[in-house]
């Protein structure tokens, strides 16, 4: 691995795009997409919460902030308590939540997400452990690439035909039209943490046996089918990216090598401009790594994978030091971080890493009405 001092945290990073024009972020951090279930009405609308979490996470410095999953559809979604993107309603709270993070000179991406047998989930709260919400509290009936339920606890989900599958492609095209018009830059699609499109992906969960199961190119059919439709209404001057689970840990599950194919597959002949390197979620396994920096071999896999094309990766997973962060950006493992419960923990993040890494004050990204609290 070669070293370069341009390639730092506090350095700016053009995400490219199809017309050549890329989307420049002032830095590169990115904030990971986390849930919030602060939906108050079930009706897929960001309400106050997502203001002030949102608004106080681009004053904080990042260069782009991933909006959590937003479902492309009311039973696509992972909670009734989560984000929507299939209303008008929705998109213009998406439009006030694009400008808030705009006014803090940071770029917003949101995540569209299917969750699959995964949806109707309980919400997150202090206590819960998870499974499906019953249909009495205002879960639904899922759908997924088999009838079998995804994991204890969860409904058996009804079995998508042709029909369906073909529904589900065009919920992620709609879904992206809306985001164009709510003005974000960016999309990310969930393809990660056992939701519909690591459903179909993985040999682990897709035992279907027509041309959406079985090899490889079948399971993978799916994601393409939806990175398409989703390019063909997706403004050519804005980057589409996707995050993977690089690894179910699992043997016969999915495996770096399997992804990194796909994944240049996706970004030499789909046109993906950003892949966002996690792992897992699909089924529960003791091999699952946590800890610092976990995913950083994987991310850097992934980026010598796609090597010769321009496609950037980041990679998410336990980065919380400013160092660990900044090292991974200078020996070139990936091209930017991803932070998730770091960024819960201090918005600021982007502002405190800059400043313990000896970022000048003009080039710290922190709102300047805070300077004088001297990062
Ligand atoms: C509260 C919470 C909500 C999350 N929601 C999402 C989500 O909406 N989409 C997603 O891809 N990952 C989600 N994740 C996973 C994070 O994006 C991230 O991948 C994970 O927390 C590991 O990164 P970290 O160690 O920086 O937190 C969530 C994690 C947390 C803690």
């Known amino acids: ?11 700016p990073l053009t995400l490219p795009t199809p017309d050549g024009t890329g989307l420049k972020l002032r830095n590169r951090t990115i904030l990971s997409p986390m849930c919030q279930y602060s939906v108050d009405k079930m009706d897929g609308v960001a309400t106050d919460w997502h203001l002030q979490h949102y608004g106080a996470i681009a004053a ?12 492309v559809s009311p039973v ?12 008008d309603e929705q998109e213009d709270a998406h ?15 949101v995540q569209l997400n299917h969750a699959g047998g995964r949806a109707s989930g309980k919400p997150w709260m202090p206590g819960s452990h998870g499974g499906s919400e019953p249909i009495e509290e205002g879960g639904w009936q899922t759908v997924g690439m088999t009838d079998q339920s995804i994991a204890k606890g969860y409904q058996p989900t009804t079995k998508l035909d042709k029909t369906g599958i073909k529904q589900i492609v065009s919920d992620f095209a709609e879904a992206a039209g809306r985001a164009d018009a ?10 990660a943490h056992g939701y519909l499109l690591h459903q179909s992906l993985s040999p682990l969960t897709n035992t279907r046996t027509d041309e959406y199961g079985g090899n490889i190119e079948n399971r993978a059919r799916l994601i393409c089918e939806v990175v398409d439709a989703v390019r063909e209404v997706w403004p050519n001057s804005k980057p589409l990216g996707i995050r993977i689970s690089a690894t179910d840990w699992v043997e016969d599950g999915l495996d770096i090598e399997t992804t990194a194919r796909l994944m240049r597959e996706l970004v030499k002949h789909h046109g993906i401009n950003w892949v966002d390197v996690s792992s897992g979620g699909l089924v529960n396994t003791p091999l699952q790594p946590s800890g610092p920096g976990f995913h950083a071999l994987l991310g850097a896999q992934m980026k010598q994978a796609l ?9 998410v997973g336990g980065i919380s030091s400013p160092e660990q962060a900044e090292t991974m950006l200078r020996t070139h493992q990936v091209d930017a971080v991803s932070i998730g419960r770091a960024a819960m923990r ?30």
């Open 307 to 315: 090597a010769d094309t321009d496609a950037i990766v980041s990679v």
């Open 182 to 191: 709510a003005g974000y830059d960016a999309i990310q699609i969930h393809a």
């Open 95 to 109: 439009r006030h939540l694009v400008s808030l993070i705009h006014s803090q000179g940071a770029a917003a991406a």
């Open 60 to 71: 904080g410095g990042f260069g782009l902030l991933t909006v959590e999953s937003t479902g």
């Open 1 to 11: 691995m070669t070293t370069d001092n341009r390639n730092t945290l506090f350095s």
């Open 346 to 375: 201090n918005p600021h993040w982007p502002a405190m890493a800059a400043a313990s890494l000896g970022v000048p004050r003009e080039a710290n990204p922190a709102a300047v009405q805070y300077w004088r609290a001297e990062w």
């Open 76 to 87: 696509g979604r992972i909670s009734p308590r989560d984000l929507g993107m299939y209303s």
